[in-house]
């Protein structure tokens, strides 16, 4: 059976709640009590570069791009590839609520010369998987036979989506055996167990190993649906450092390249700045 190691809390301020994220090398940001999840170096829960819309409409922009033309709404996914270089944001866009999943991973060394990717999926167009008990939104990546369309080629090997648990039933989420270790995070719910591990009423994320094959979820609640946003992946095992600055952040093999970096953003602007400048 896949089994949960631990719960790791999340850093909660106003609606917003980062999952994963961690200081750069210089001791600048905030420290959060998961730091990285290899591959993934962020996630977080915003009320306000995987983002999984959940509520509400946001528009996207980046600096080779411009301002796209189309709004990612509900239940629909923009996926962005920072490749050689990428300066990018999302605004929302209706009144009321909206709320995004952004997720970071680190890009494998052998995939860094790539340049910059954008893919959007549609809300009808993201892989429903029928599961006893349930299903899966398969977000990012390929799980089994079935494949999301969000293709990036700098992407590492992992999966995102969302697993919906129907009331007082347990869901098995089949997981290939590549995928090495993961996180649940609860997104709707009112109790039950991930991986034999009760659920509680804190904010924050499950992380398992998987040594089965299968990511099992049971829904204690009578009446409600359990939502979880799951991610799982391979390890990259390579070395990583991360830079602040400009209302972001880098992430580069070691602290000389960080700073290289860094230092043509601050010579040719955030506005100016993408692959062709470096």
């Known amino acids: 059976m896949t089994t949960v190691i631990k719960f790791v809390p999340a850093t909660k301020t106003g609606p917003f709640s980062r999952l994963i994220g961690s200081l750069d090398f210089k001791g ?3 420290k959060h009590p998961l730091e990285v999840l290899d591959p993934f170096v962020l996630c977080d829960d915003s009320g306000s570069i995987q ?3 959940l509520e509400g409409a946001f528009s996207d922009e980046d600096n ?3 301002l796209s033309g189309e ?3 509900a239940g629909s996914v923009y996926a962005v590839s920072a490749g050689q270089g990428l300066c990018h944001s999302e605004v929302t866009q209706v009144d009321g609520p909206s709320r995004l999943i952004q997720t ?3 890009i494998p060394q052998d995939k860094l010369e790539f340049h910059p ?3 959007k999926v549609k809300a009808a167009d993201v892989p429903k998987i029928q599961l006893p008990g349930g299903y899966f939104s398969l977000l990012v990546g390929k799980l089994d036979i079935y494949q999301s369309p969000i293709c990036l080629k700098a992407m590492p090997r992992f999966i995102l989506g969302r697993l919906f648990v129907e009331p007082k039933t347990v869901c098995s989420l089949p ?3 590549d995928l090495e270790h993961g996180f649940a995070y609860v997104l709707k719910g009112n109790g039950g167990k991930i991986a034999g591990e009760n659920i509680v ?3 924050g994320v499950y992380l398992f190993e998987n040594s089965s094959g299968l990511l099992s979820v049971e829904n204690s609640d009578s009446s409600s649906i359990l939502e979880l946003f799951v991610g799982a992946a391979l390890k990259l095992n390579e070395p990583w450092v991360k830079l602040l600055g400009h209302n972001g952040f880098i992430i580069a093999e070691n602290e000389e390249k960080a700073q290289s970096v860094m230092a043509k953003v601050d010579n040719a602007g955030v506005k100016n700045f993408n692959y062709k400048t470096l």
Do not use: A, Y
């Open 175 to 177: 997981m290939d055996s």
């Open 51 to 53: 983002g999984k819309v």
């Open 104 to 106: 970071i991973v680190k």
């Open 117 to 119: 990717e954008i893919s």
């Open 71 to 73: 709004f990612n709404e």
């Open 64 to 66: 080779i791009n411009g």
């Open 28 to 30: 600048q940001g905030t």
């Open 201 to 203: 009423s804190d904010p």
